[in-house]
């Protein structure tokens, strides 16, 4: 059996349990004495098998090439940034192996786009290079505020990024801050909702039990009258 007598604890919250069961102390005693998981965090991943593994490989493919696109057309900003949110979505699996292969799926399209937009600046290209630049700063500022931040290396891209578009127009940068204050105003306001929401859930909560601890001393009441009328009748 896959849980043995020595791995499986039973007990009673009220230690009023069988002879059989063990007191509550007893259990604290007894786990207390467990020899510690040694980098217990990892033994919580997510397993990864060749069947999932081909599956995310294929969510994260298709991500990409949606972030490509979406790279070219300054109008589509929004589209960045809800690929790079889904991407860091699958972050959550807590897996080695998912986070290097979304960390290349969301750099490489951000490189290929400054590189693109280098090239285009010496031909002097400005309406092509705007949208690159534009939204590699938008995903620079979305990745500086994830874990982890924005690597060195990319780092270097978007501040070379950043000189460019003062070149074409500092306005860039402004309506980039604009942007970015306006999104944190949405997000704050969603989560202002959210706290509201559950606030309200956790106040039905607590109507609710105090409903069914009611209830349940009316139905034990009248239980134990009923018992008391037998006992009486007998």
């Known amino acids: 059996e896959a849980l043995t007598q020595e791995s499986l604890f039973v007990f009673d919250p009220s230690d009023e349990g069988e002879e059989s069961f063990l007191k509550r102390d007893e259990i604290i005693d007894a786990i207390n004495k467990l020899t510690p998981v040694p980098e217990y965090a990892k033994s919580l991943q997510v397993l990864i098998t060749p069947d999932s593994e081909k599956c995310i490989r294929d969510i994260i493919e298709d991500l990409q090439k949606e972030l490509e696109q979406g790279m070219l057309d300054s ?10 949110k889904c991407m860091h979505e699958l972050k959550r699996l807590d897996s080695d192996f998912v986070n290097q292969i979304v960390d290349n799926a969301i750099h490489r ?19 092509e290079v705007r949208p690159r630049l534009v939204n ?9 505020d994830q874990p982890g931040g924005v690597d060195k290396d990319l780092g270097v891209i978007v501040e070379q990024a950043s000189q460019y578009l003062l070149e074409i127009g500092e306005n860039d940068l402004e309506g980039l801050q604009k942007e970015k204050e306006a999104r944190q105003k949405k997000d704050e306001e969603a989560a202002a909702e959210r706290k509201r929401q559950n606030e309200e859930f956790q106040k039905q909560l607590a109507e609710a039990k105090e409903k069914w601890k009611a209830e ?17 009748e007998e």
Do not use: C, S, T
């Not at 109008?75 to 790079?84: N, S």
């Not at 590699?136 to 500086?144: N, S, V």
């Not at 349940?216 to 009486?232: L, V």
């Open 75 to 84: 109008e589509k900003g929004d589209i960045v940034l809800d690929k790079l």
């Open 109 to 127: 399209p951000l490189r290929a786009a400054f590189n693109d937009a280098v090239v285009l600046m010496g031909q002097d290209n400005r309406k």
């Open 136 to 144: 590699l700063m938008r995903a620079a500022q979305y990745l500086k």
């Open 216 to 232: 349940e001393e009316q139905r034990r009441a009248a239980e134990a009258e009923e018992q008391r009328r037998k006992a009486a």
